[in-house]
């Protein structure tokens, strides 16, 4: 057997080789919409910061304040001894929020799936997933031990013939059947026909998980995503979101009924079995639900979208959607190699945008990624899209 180094060092140099190697690149300055990466500032197009809250004095203070109240860390898991007021307050106004009748915090998003998706359903069960759902749920839902169908990408007519096949198995007792869908899709940046997938749903008895990860923050009247905006909340059975995204902080959650909270707080492994997260980062996301409810949030809200069309109209015609559904505008390369190219031409002109490579995405399926914030300027989305209008030319 190789050494692990030797056998580490083949595998590096063909991940290189197929333009898949990845790297961390060191930031010198606070996330925002300038970063100074090897001693040099760019306009930052690739942060999930929608609202442009990460950096808000607010946050700030009432992180430190919960630091100062209620110390550094939460020592242990929610169930020993960690369960801190401010983790309740956040999840009394989760539950607010997103109109629940409960919600539960959890260290990340991703943890919320991985805690989630195997307490809900198991052995003998069923996971319908989308194709494009993030890796967290997917993960999730192999570990559950549930059968794991996928149908193709918001192709509602292949997951009717899923559940059909579900409802002939015939099996006693009835498998639970678990839907889960992303309602803004975090790299093609579309959305999930929220409306026809919940009437099938229900047609057939199955439940649905829906990951408002990228929607939080931008769509429906209190911007809680977009069962909000679609006036659905009462019938998908479990949300989840991140509180790392338009909230500007960091965690998870799941929202849903007070039952299935109960549930979560037995059954969910990584909230059991985790130390609680960090009183100061639970306070500060209190805080940005508050701004996002509030008036400023809805004016911040309204310059992303103003922000993101204007992006939308000066990608290349054949990226350019007829209106944005979302602050996510991929540009869709196809070849790896290429999308790496084109992402380090756009570097070398002062802008930060990721090239999105398997396995985020399929093989040959590379792009890049923009996303706007609200704390863009008009001028700087201008100055992108006049970069890319002679990139397309030269690459
Ligand atoms: C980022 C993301 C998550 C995970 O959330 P974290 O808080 O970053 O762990 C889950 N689902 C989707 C769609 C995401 O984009």
Same mark, same amino acid.
């Given at each position: ?8 060092? #083949? ?14 690149r ?10 100074h ?10 942060s ?13 203070? !009432? ?6 109240? %209620? ?5 242990a898991?929610?169930?020993v ?10 999840e009394?106004?989760?539950?607010? %929020? ?28 069923? #996971?319908v997933v ?34 059909? %096949? ?6 006693n ?35 649905? $998980? ?29 949300? $989840?979101g ?9 965690g998870?959650?799941i !929202? ?8 979560l ?8 079995f ?8 639970v ?17 911040r809200?309204?310059?992303?979208w ?10 290349p ?14 540009w869709?390369?196809?070849d ?24 985020t ?12 914030? !609200?704390?863009?300027t008009?001028?700087? #989305?201008?100055? #992108? ?8 030319l030269?690459?």
């Amino acid at each position: 057997m190789p050494s692990l180094t030797e056998d580490l060092d #083949v595998r590096l140099a063909e991940l290189r080789a197929a333009g898949l190697h990845r790297e961390l690149r060191r930031i010198d300055s606070r996330q925002g919409t300038r970063l100074h990466i090897d001693g040099r500032e760019l306009v930052n197009f690739s942060s999930n910061d929608y609202l442009g809250l990460t950096g808000h004095p607010a946050l700030a203070e !009432a992180a430190s304040r919960a630091l100062r109240d %209620w110390g550094c860390g939460s020592t242990a898991s929610r169930l020993v001894c960690g369960s801190l007021a401010p983790h309740h307050e956040l999840e009394a106004r989760l539950a607010d %929020w997103k109109q629940t009748g409960a919600a539960l915090s959890f260290a990340t998003g991703y943890s919320a799936a991985l805690g989630t998706i195997p307490a809900l359903v198991g052995t003998g069960d069923i #996971v319908v997933v989308d194709r494009l759902v993030h890796a967290c749920c997917v993960d999730a839902a192999r570990q559950s031990g549930a059968q794991l169908r996928v149908f193709r990408h918001n192709d509602l007519a292949r997951l009717a013939d899923i559940l059909k %096949w579900a409802d002939g198995l015939g099996r006693n007792p009835r498998p639970r059947v678990l839907v889960v869908t992303e309602s803004v899709f975090s790299m093609d940046g579309d959305r999930a026909p929220l409306r026809e997938l919940v009437e099938l749903k229900d047609r057939h008895g199955a439940w649905l $998980m829906l990951d408002e990860a990228h929607a939080g923050g931008l769509l429906g009247t209190r911007r809680a995503g977009l069962a909000d905006a679609e006036g659905l909340t009462a019938r998908i059975e479990v949300q $989840m979101g991140t509180l790392g995204k338009a909230l500007g902080c960091a965690g998870g959650y799941i !929202a849903g009924s007070s039952s299935l909270v109960e549930f979560l707080i037995n059954r969910a492994r990584t909230l059991i079995f985790s130390t609680a997260p960090p009183p100061s980062t639970v306070a500060a996301a209190s805080c940005a639900i508050d701004l996002v409810r509030g008036p400023e949030g809805a004016e911040r809200c309204l310059r992303t979208w103003s922000l993101a069309e204007g992006l939308a109209a000066g990608l290349p015609p054949s990226a350019q959607p007829a209106t944005p559904a979302s602050a996510i505008l991929p540009w869709h390369v196809g070849d790896e190699r290429r999308a790496v190219r084109q992402a380090s031409a756009l570097r070398d002109v002062g802008f930060f945008v990721p090239a999105i490579r398997h396995p985020t995405v399929g093989r040959g399926a590379a792009r890049l990624r923009f996303t706007v914030t !609200a704390a863009h300027t008009p001028e700087e #989305v201008a100055r #992108v899209t006049a970069a890319l209008s002679t990139l397309t030319l030269s690459l």
